[in-house]
T-cell receptor
């Protein structure tokens, strides 16, 4: 299967800890996206990369959040000093053109 | 007022029924309209993609966009139990912005 891969699938952490998620997009997809989804809501846009350049960021992406895509391939999303409100599903998607996004299965974060 | 409004349901129909799902939106700059299907604990999967107003058909699925009314619809004919999922509408402005704005999603159950 050459779909979008996210790791870990589940993460439980204590408030105040730092967490990092990884996303491996479909190879040769130059566009990569991070979204956040809470229960009963649709995904909310966080940020977008084209190759290694971070071109768009939501105001939801506070200074505790940082995303990187160092070589234009995989991406990481780090949350520092986690808060209970950060509990959500973090979804990664990739696309060759921007018209059709392919989502991974997400990382479910629980902050205790 | 949220940019995209979608009735969360839940919606329960018998197998073989025609299902109608819809969203309204407030941002007249939206040009690209999509429907995603999301199974439990999975990422969204693109079903239909439409640019501007009009209809698009793909098998049992028909998407309609009415930009004058700021209203989009998804119709599912001959619904199957395997169609049971949450259906999310999404839209974007294009023109350099890659951000998708999603509705809350409508949870559909098709009963055998």
């Amino acid at each position: 299967d050459t779909g979008v891969s996210q790791d870990p699938r589940h993460k439980i952490t204590k408030r105040g800890q730092n967490v990092t998620f990884r996303c491996d997009p479909i190879s040769e997809h130059n566009r990569l996206y991070w979204y956040r989804q809470t229960l009963g809501q649709g995904p909310e846009f966080l940020t977008y990369f084209q190759n290694e350049a971070q071109l768009e960021k939501s105001r939801l992406l506070s200074d505790r959040f940082s995303a990187e895509r160092p070589k234009g391939s995989f991406s990481t999303l780090e949350i520092q000093r986690t808060e209970q409100g950060d509990s959500a599903m973090y979804l990664c998607a990739s696309s060759p053109t921007g018209a059709k996004l392919f989502f991974g299965s997400g990382t479910q974060l629980s902050v205790l | 007022q949220k940019e995209v409004e979608q009735d969360p349901g839940p919606l329960s129909v018998p197998e073989g029924a025609i299902v109608s799902l819809n969203c309204t939106y407030s941002n007249s700059a939206f040009q690209y309209f999509m429907w995603y299907r999301q199974y439990s604990r999975k990422g969204p999967e693109l079903l239909m993609y439409t640019y501007s107003s009009g209809n698009k058909e793909d098998g049992r699925f028909t998407a309609q966009v009415d930009k004058s009314s700021k209203y989009i619809s998804l119709f599912i004919r001959d619904s199957q139990p395997s169609d049971s999922a949450t259906y999310l509408c999404a839209m974007s402005q294009g023109g350099g912005s890659e951000k998708l704005v999603f509705g809350k999603g409508t949870k559909l159950t098709v009963n055998p």
